[in-house]
């Protein structure tokens, strides 16, 4: 155990420690304190110039300071300027393209409406579209064929122009002839008969000119029908570009239309026949002209498809074309119709024409029948009845009664008929036993006078003089109402044979000679 004397000595070692702590302690203290002001003395200005540079050394740096924050804040200042200028720029660019977003969304919205629209009213009428263009081309085709028809009509009308000008020339030929003979008989013969036969020749002279001028007239239409062949073949192959097919449209109608007025100068003295002739040709050319009009919109609105394909994409284009679409669409139907109204009308007016021809035809070939069978006497008499020595018809009136070359073929056909039954007659009287000038016209077949009609097409009535032994079977000669056998003209009764000392080439030898010729 602890004993008192160790608790004591442990006590006073803590005191005495304690002691000695204290003493060295305040020592300590004492000096730690004394070199901590001196430390602060040091730190610290201690004279009143130290404090005054001290205090404006501290003025400077805090004017320096400010100095530095004011710059800082004016810079501070411009660049809150800068952005708030920079954000009123924005906000304005933001507003401008917020309302630029809204009008192209509802702009947007608008087209994908009238797109869905177009789309839906292309669908259900392009089939209908597309019927009329096949239509329209349908009817095109009608056309062409039909003016293919008209065409190939007027070409046989040429060529009957043509066999009618031969035919003319023929029977100038037999004038001259006759005129001879006439002569002749004037040097050979003093009888009492002179005087009439005198004014036989001045007749036939007569006879000869006007057909010299009948023959002429028909070489100037032959011409003019070949410039209006020409011409129409020009217009129906122009159709490179609209304006040029314009140009040239209004070129050949005024050509046309001086062709027309040249026609008309020279067709004056016709008669009702002509006329409907006339008006025909015009109502061709004007359906010609319509199918030319008509092939263009066709073009046109072609190319309006084509252009509604190509801005499909892009509504008001398309809207416009529509439009445009559905316009032409409308005048191309009326077009149309109008046309149709007008073949339909030309086609009533061809079979009208077409049965006239065949009465005028059937009236002519009753004619030369009934002059077939009245025989000698019958052909002989009224010749001798319409001398003027009994004071009958002359034969420079019949002449007269010939209409000119620019009448139709049909109508031209019969008054060549009528000339060659003159001539006939002529001949009869020649041929009953006279002799003029030593001149006997013996038996011999006369060429027969045909009028042959084109069976395919139903058109042109072609009058023409052949010989007995070119007359072929490639025709159809057109028969009387109530007869079987082909309508000819019969021949002449044969005049007796008178030997002469001084014989010539038989008259229809030599007409046949030029024929082959």
């Known amino acids: 155990m602890i004993s008192v004397q160790s608790a004591m000595l442990v006590a006073l070692g803590f005191l005495v420690a304690s002691l000695l702590g204290l003493l060295i302690g305040s020592a300590l203290w004492a000096r730690a304190v004394r070199l901590t002001t001196w430390r602060i003395k040091q730190s610290l200005p201690v004279s009143e ?62 087209h994908v409406n009238a797109r869905r629209v177009l789309e839906q009213t292309v669908a259900d009428r392009l089939p209908r579209v597309e019927a009329r263009l096949a239509e329209a081309k349908r009817l095109l085709f009608n056309r062409d064929r039909e003016i293919a028809e008209l065409t190939s009509g007027a070409k046989r009308h040429k060529l009957a122009l043509e066999e009618a000008s031969v035919l003319t020339q023929q029977q100038s030929q037999q004038i001259e002839n006759l005129t001879s003979a006439l002569q002749g008989k004037a040097k050979s013969d003093g009888d009492a008969r002179f005087e009439g036969e005198l004014v036989l020749r001045t007749e036939v002279e007569t006879l000869r000119a006007r057909t010299r001028e009948q023959a002429a007239l028909i ?68 359906l010609k002209s319509s199918v ?4 263009a919109e066709i073009a046109r609105l072609r190319a309006a ?34 046309q149709a109204a007008t073949i339909g009308r030309l086609r009533t007016e061809l079979a ?35 001398s003027p020595r009994l004071g009958g018809e002359k034969l420079a009136e019949r002449v007269a009664e010939v209409p000119a070359a620019g009448e139709p073929i ?51 009535v072609h009058p023409r003089l052949i010989e007995p032994e070119a007359a072929t079977d490639s025709t159809q000669r057109i028969r009387a109402a109530d007869a079987e056998e082909p309508v000819t003209a019969a021949e002449m009764p044969q005049p007796p044979s008178i030997l002469e000392e001084r014989r010539r080439p038989r008259l229809l030898d030599r007409l046949s000679g030029l024929a082959k010729g």
């Open 410 to 460: 049909t109508e031209r056909a019969g008054n060549v008929q009528d000339l060659a039954k003159e001539i006939r007659r002529a001949q009869a009287l020649v041929g009953n036993g006279e002799r003029y000038g030593g001149l006997t016209v013996e038996e011999t077949p006369e060429p027969t006078l045909e009028v042959t009609r084109d069976v395919a097409n139903g058109n042109g």
């Open 352 to 386: 009208a024409s077409h049965e006239r021809l065949a009465r005028q035809a059937a009236h002519f070939m009753e004619e030369l029948r009934r002059i077939s069978q009245t025989g000698y006497a019958g052909v002989a008499q009224p010749l001798r009845r319409r």
């Open 292 to 295: 030319e009009d008509q092939q």
């Open 305 to 338: 498809l084509e252009t509604f394909d190509r801005f499909e994409g892009k509504p008001t284009l398309v809207r416009e074309s529509k439009l445009v679409l559905k316009a032409r669409l409308g005048s191309a139907q009326a077009h149309s119709d109008q």
């Open 49 to 110: 110039a130290e404090i005054k540079a001290d205090r404006d050394r501290l003025r400077a740096e805090f004017a320096v300071r400010v100095h530095k924050l004011e710059t800082a804040l004016e810079q501070a200042k411009l660049e809150r300027a800068r952005q708030f200028i920079e954000i009123n720029r924005r906000d304005a660019s933001i507003t401008a393209l917020e309302s630029t977003a809204t009008e192209l969304k509802s702009e947007l919205d608008e």
């Open 219 to 286: 070489e100037r239409l032959q011409q003019r029908l070949g410039q209006n062949f020409g011409a129409d073949a020009a217009v129906a192959d122009g159709e490179a570009s609209a304006a040029l097919q314009a140009q040239e449209i209004e070129r050949l109608k005024r050509k046309l239309a001086d062709a027309e007025g040249s026609l008309a100068a020279v067709r004056a003295a016709t008669n009702e026949g002509d006329a409907a002739r006339i008006a025909f040709e015009s109502e061709v050319r004007d």
